[in-house]
């Protein structure tokens, strides 16, 4: 299978003031320093979007947006559209996150949809599935995230830059991660999943895993087959911890 090359993206969620901004400053000059030996990005609040773009000009780092809108324009009160998301300075998207499919009610249409706008407006959407706790535990973690690929990606995406991002519900924000033969496992079923939609188009998008990825584990995550980088909370927050992610790729 042709290899691309790994992204490391760091999702501040509803996280970070003006003053995070330094975190940024400080990875950028870190990796302005010594290279990554894999893209790195990082998705802030919408608000910071714009000026995290003037302190990550000229740098490795790369930005992302946590979620757009499927319409391009119109009265959609509290909404960005894909476009604004871009015009703001972000290359990439985080779409169907778990976070906003339980929260608001996004179904994997929805999140279709999105992807449809982010592609429309230039950016790279970073798609995200997962099974819950009650699902695994019930056996359902690959009928969930095939089912999730299915309905999630168009057939648009064939030949489009995005990634993949398998984050399994309950290991989100807990400390808890699957077993390395769990996170292959799957990835082998999203990957099979995205070559029955996509034909062709679905072999070299990455598959990023996320949920309680952290310095200590993310070396042996990062070398699990068909493991093409990480999605990171928490540990996306503080420059010197998302840097000892960076560093294991
Ligand atoms: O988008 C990121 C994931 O939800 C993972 O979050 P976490 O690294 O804090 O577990």
């Not at 990439?92 to 179904?107: C, N, P, Y």
């Not at 995205?194 to 062709?200: I, S, T």
Request: charged share 20%.
């Amino acid at each position: 299978m042709k290899q691309s090359v790994k992204l490391v993206a760091g999702n501040w969620k509803m996280n970070g003031l003006g003053a995070s901004l330094g975190e940024a400053e400080a990875l950028a000059k870190a990796l302005q320093e010594q290279a990554a030996a894999c893209r790195v990005a990082l998705c802030p609040p919408a608000t910071l979007i714009d000026r995290m773009a003037r302190v990550l000009a000229d740098t490795p780092v790369e930005l992302g947006g946590q979620d757009c809108h499927a319409e391009a324009s119109g009265a959609f009160t509290g909404s960005v559209s894909a476009a604004m998301v871009a015009d703001a300075g972000a290359d990439l998207v985080i779409l169907g996150h778990s976070e906003r499919r339980a929260g608001f009610g996004e179904t994997d249409a929805d999140v279709a949809a999105k992807v449809e706008a982010a592609l429309a407006a230039g950016l790279e959407p970073i798609i995200c599935i997962g099974e819950t706790l009650a699902e695994r535990e019930a056996g359902q973690a690959i009928a969930v995230v095939s089912r999730q690929v299915a309905g999630s990606l168009p057939p648009s995406l064939s030949g489009k830059a995005f990634a993949v991002a398998y984050e399994p519900v309950w290991a989100i924000g807990t400390g808890l991660t699957p077993t390395l033969e769990q996170i292959e496992e799957v990835h082998a079923a999203v990957r099979a999943a995205m070559v029955a939609k996509l034909g062709e188009g679905g072999r070299v998008a990455p598959i990023l895993y996320g949920g309680s990825v952290k310095p200590s584990n993310a070396a042996e995550i990062l070398a699990v087959a068909d493991v093409g980088g990480a999605l990171v909370g928490g540990a996306s927050l503080k420059a010197e911890d998302f840097l000892g992610i960076i560093r294991a790729v």
